[in-house]
């Protein structure tokens, strides 16, 4: 951490952090092969025992939008050590829990503590780092957070086979315990934060929404009340509607819901909610098959789920050089067409199947979530406005919680469905035909993934893939880029500083200049709002366990110390590395879909990964005055008026 400007104090601060991020994350998982434990030991059936992954994940969605509140009107060294102290409490309670509802009551308290705390966490690490080694800190906290859950069932495993599974929450509550005690010596508070306002009443309305439904629909299969469980869905979609018009109604929403309007948005929200339901739903029903079917040992079962984790979690950094070179569709046809081969090979399972073919199908299910989440998570998201990104991951975290809920809550129904269907069968082969459905329930999810990417998930024209080959031979009347470029554009030495590209810009009154080696290559564009973001507050994107983090940091730094440590920065470090460029034979049209729906001011001409020539706004609006004036143009114009004229006359 040395190379990325932090003092010894920093660096205390930022791992006590860290460890509290990593052990929230890490809880969520590490339950996992527990389960089958729990249920024999408290006398209860699949269907309730999935609560304690349901409960979790409704009750951090409702407190995630909260977060901000929170942050806003306590101290941040208090609201970390509350916090976390809340969920060192949950964990004690239900790690001596006599009863079911103990540890669903110890489940729901650690929710809270998360829901409230990961903002809060992101932030201050956040706050910890120099303004320009912001970048590189994100990559390692992102690596070590999303690392947890892959390391949570393994772990999990072991400490259930060889303590118990009250064993999961006492570590949990030594390891909080000293991540407090490290709190209060090394962590400093931070004032800055803003005091924001949430509506009481839409959280009403969300908390009788979400929890009626989830409730109604987990309870489906087992309940000796089927009228009740049809009320309670009822009751919680009428209060979620509710919800929805409040939004719209009110002058600062919770959740903004009109960029559900937006098609790729949506598309994109609706298809990840499916995978979260999978992702979810699978790291519930995996452990009972492995165990109570197949009958091997919670450290197995662990160990047969951890090539999906980690070979998942390396398919995501390929994925997203895949996404970045040849767009959305190609990587999620692929992670689609993977996922629902995995989910195929889960309908093939038995009850005496080998484990390469459960290992198989699992590392194919894991591979395909990675495939396609981000990549379309990120599709969805630059269908927006800039200034609705923040709303919209908001949503979109809290859909994925909703996703988490119902997916579990509808493979565990199934699950009882199968079993009660299975006549004549007892023992393992009652169990499995329950399970059996539950996997099928999974196929069926995969499959409408699937059908929703071939049919919605797809490269538009605004979207740029480098090498996408030439256009089509030009017609009469057509233009191309070349014919409307700047051939002596702006360009900043690759090696110039911050003060030098400020400089260039500034004497040249420009928006952004193309960085270039001596041999005008294109290694990057910076633009004014690249460097007056250096002075501005700014929101962060992580991705990490099971869902996505936003958070928004205040800088209150003397301006003047921000100006003399920027002066030497190097401006390709701040520069925007992945260039949207455009060939010079591209087509007019082309050109104004890539500026207007991407929102650039300009684009660079790139031929053969060299620059020759800019393409800016201005430059089109006068090419355009200068069409209307051709002779052609006027006669069409001419005729278009004649012809309206004739409509009004008739």
Known sequence: MESLGLSKEQKKMVITLLMGAVLVVLNQTLLSPALPSIMANLNVDATTVQWLTSAYALVEAII???????????????????????????????AIAPAFAFILLGRIMQAMATGVMMAM?????????????????????????????AIGPTVGGLLVDLIGWRALFCVVVVLSVVVILLALRSLENYEGFPRSRF?????????????PLLYGLSSFASSDHIEVCIGLIVFGLIFLALFAHRQFSIDEPLLRLEIMKSRRYRTGAVTVMFLQATMIGLGVLMPLYIQNVLGYSATISGLITLPGAVLGALAGLWAGKMFDRHGVRMITILGAIVGFLSGIGMVLYGVSSPVWLVILANVLNGVSLQFLTTPINTWGVNSLDNDLVQHATSVTNTVNQVGGSLGTALIMSFSAVGSSLAVGKEGVDLIFAGYHMSFGVVAVLMTIVLILVVCFVRNRKSDPVPNAGAPAQKKEGSYCVAEVMNSNPLTIPVNATMNEATQVLSDNDASGAILV??????????????ILRFFSDE??????????????YLDNEDIRKRVARMSQISALKVATKNVVGIQPNASFEEACNMLAEKRLKQLPVIEDGKLVGTLHRHDLMDFLSDVMKDEVVQDYIAKEAQQAKQTQQQ
């Open 64 to 94: 995630i939008p909260l977060a901000a509140w929170f942050m806003g009107r306590f101290s941040t060294r208090v609201l970390f050590v509350g916090a976390m102290s809340l969920f060192a409490m949950g964990s004690l309670v239900a």
């Open 121 to 149: 966490v992101i932030s201050l690490i956040l706050l910890s780092f120099p303004r320009e080694s912001r970048g590189a800190a994100m990559g390692i906290v992102g690596l070590v957070i999303g690392f947890a859950p």
């Open 199 to 211: 509506d009481v009443i839409s959280v009403i309305f969300s908390t009788l929404g979400l929890a």
């Open 517 to 530: 080696d001596d041999e005008s290559h294109v290694c990057g564009f910076i633009s004014n709002s690249d």
């Open 539 to 552: 929101t962060s994107v992580i991705s990490g366990g099971n869902g996505i983090t936003v958070v928004r």
